[in-house]
T-cell receptor, first 112, second 110 residues
Framework: GQQLNQSPQSMFIQEGEDVSMNCTSS?????WLWYKQDPGEGPVLLIA?????ELTSNGRLTAQFGITRKDSFLNISASIPSDVGIYFCAGQAGGGADGLTFGKGTHLIIQP | DTAVSQTPKYLVTQMGNDKSIKCEQNLGHDTMYWYKQDSKKFLKIMFS???????INETVPNRFSPKSPDKAHLNLHINSLELGDSAVYFC?????????FGQGTRLTVV
């Protein structure tokens, strides 16, 4: 089946620093989504990307759909304590009914 | 207003029991899903339903059965629970290519 490699697995950063994480796939996706999960909660959608090369921002978050359609990255600028959590990339190869293939997550830990 | 809601949030049960998890979405979406998150936080799709029709059934044991009485509900029934079924189960729904998740049900089998 499809596999997503998400890196880094964890990040320890200082408040105010910028963060970058990425996902690569063994196959092509037509949609890339980025989610954040807080403890005891479900994943919350941050950014959705639909076209190769697309660059989309949501506040301090910016994500891009790779040209090859096999990768995506998420950047967080000027991190704040509430950015702590697990960030997941997810890809979809077909239509909405196909479901999502998830990366293994990036644990973001911010030191004040 | 909760868009995708699941009950219960926590479920502790003994091996061999049968249990159900309920899910409801008020977003008017056509497709609903069940995902399983293991102890390492890995999320994997189990089922999806589109207009009451099963679209995907990954390599999930047939002890797990999704039931959709209508477009807004997708319940998960689990028979003969095993220790390895302990995980967090998430319901989700989508219209198009964005999926929205519930808060999860933490199932612990003892």
């Amino acid at each position: 089946g499809q596999q997503l490699n998400q890196s880094p697995q964890s990040m320890f950063i200082q408040e105010g620093e910028d963060v970058s994480m990425n996902c690569t796939s063994s196959s092509i996706f037509n949609t890339w989504l980025w989610y954040k999960q807080d403890p005891g909660e479900g994943p919350v959608l941050l950014i959705a990307l639909y076209k190769a090369g697309e660059l989309t921002s949501n506040g301090r978050l910016t994500a891009q759909f790779g040209i090859t359609r096999k990768d995506s990255f998420l950047n967080i600028s000027a991190s704040i304590p509430s950015d702590v959590g697990i960030y997941f990339c997810a890809g979809q190869a077909g239509g909405g009914a196909d479901g999502l293939t998830f990366g293994k997550g990036t644990h973001l830990i911010i030191q004040p | 207003d909760t868009a995708v809601s699941q009950t219960p949030k926590y479920l502790v049960t003994q091996m061999g029991n049968d249990k159900s998890i309920k899910c409801e979405q008020n977003l008017g979406h056509d497709t609903m899903y069940w995902y399983k998150q293991d102890s390492k936080k890995f999320l994997k799709i189990m089922f999806s339903y589109n207009n009451k029709e099963l679209i995907i059934n990954e390599t999930v044991p047939n002890r797990f059965s999704p039931k959709s009485p209508d477009k807004a509900h997708l319940n998960l029934h689990i028979n003969s629970l095993e220790l390895g079924d302990s995980a967090v189960y998430f319901c989700a729904s989508s219209q198009g290519r964005k999926a929205f998740f519930g808060q999860g049900t933490r199932l612990t089998v003892v």
